[in-house]
């Protein structure tokens, strides 16, 4: 049974920072692109970070560039979102994503962040 299980969401005043976590299981983690997305109310969900399996090369959305950071560690099978400099509209529900080649992806359950004073 394959799990993604986010955590480290949670309440933060603007400027501030998070760090969400991706833990997976039933997986072979370190095949997998690992990606996180965002949904806020209203909105589509929207790609914010992406990792390859290996690490290295990595890409972001230009409204987070400078300000997160996505990184993996394979032995812990766990994916990392670094969030600095917090702003308002980066409030929403962030999802962890397991993308491997034309296999079906994985998603987890998602974890709230809200950003208000």
């Known amino acids: 049974q394959v799990q993604l299980v986010e955590s480290g969401g949670g309440l933060v005043q603007p400027g501030g920072s998070l760090r969400l976590s991706c833990a997976a299981s039933?997986?072979?983690?370190?095949?997998?692109?690992m990606s996180w997305y965002r949904q806020a109310p209203g909105k589509e969900r929207e790609l914010v970070a992406a990792i390859p399996s290996q690490g290295g090369s990595t890409n972001y959305a230009d409204s987070v560039k400078g300000r997160f950071t996505i990184s993996r560690d394979n032995a812990k099978n766990t994916v990392y979102l670094q969030m600095n400099s917090l702003k308002p509209e980066d409030t929403a529900v962030y999802y962890c994503?397991?993308?491997?080649?034309?296999?079906?992806?994985?998603w987890g359950q998602g974890t709230q962040v809200t950003v208000s004073s």
């Open positions: 994503k397991a993308t491997w080649f034309l296999r079906r992806p994985y």
């Open positions: 039933g997986i072979t983690f370190s095949n997998y692109a």
